[in-house]
């Protein structure tokens, strides 16, 4: 599944934004590699502005569920850890 929104984002099918929310709701906290090892850098960098302004605790107007704090900031980390050290591969 996650390869079908990678290649429906590169189509221009669906927006980075859907990408990175659609991938959140999809995160193990335990286990965030899983999904976040496969996102292209633009789609990191848009969930990690994600997270920064996440918050849990403010009313939604909106439909849309939102992805779970957990996962949110499991995908925080895991981006500063492996991102920001330089140790994350290419995926191109």
């Known amino acids: ?3 079908e929104l990678l290649e429906m984002y590169q189509e221009g099918a ?3 934004y859907q990408v990175m929310v659609d991938c959140l709701h999809k995160l193990d906290p ?3 590699d899983l999904v976040l ?3 292209p850098d633009e789609i990191l960098e848009e969930m990690l502005a994600y997270a920064r302004r996440y ?3 403010r009313p939604r107007s909106v439909p849309p569920v939102p992805p ?3 996962q949110v900031r ?3 980390r895991w981006i500063h850890e492996h991102r920001l050290k ?3 591969p290419v995926n191109r």
């Open 86 to 88: 330089g140790s994350r």
């Open 74 to 76: 499991a995908a925080e």
């Open 30 to 32: 335990d286990e965030p």
């Open 37 to 39: 090892g496969l996102l």
């Open 55 to 57: 918050d849990p605790h």
């Open 1 to 3: 599944m996650l390869h």
């Open 68 to 70: 779970a704090e957990d």
């Open 14 to 16: 669906i927006t980075g």
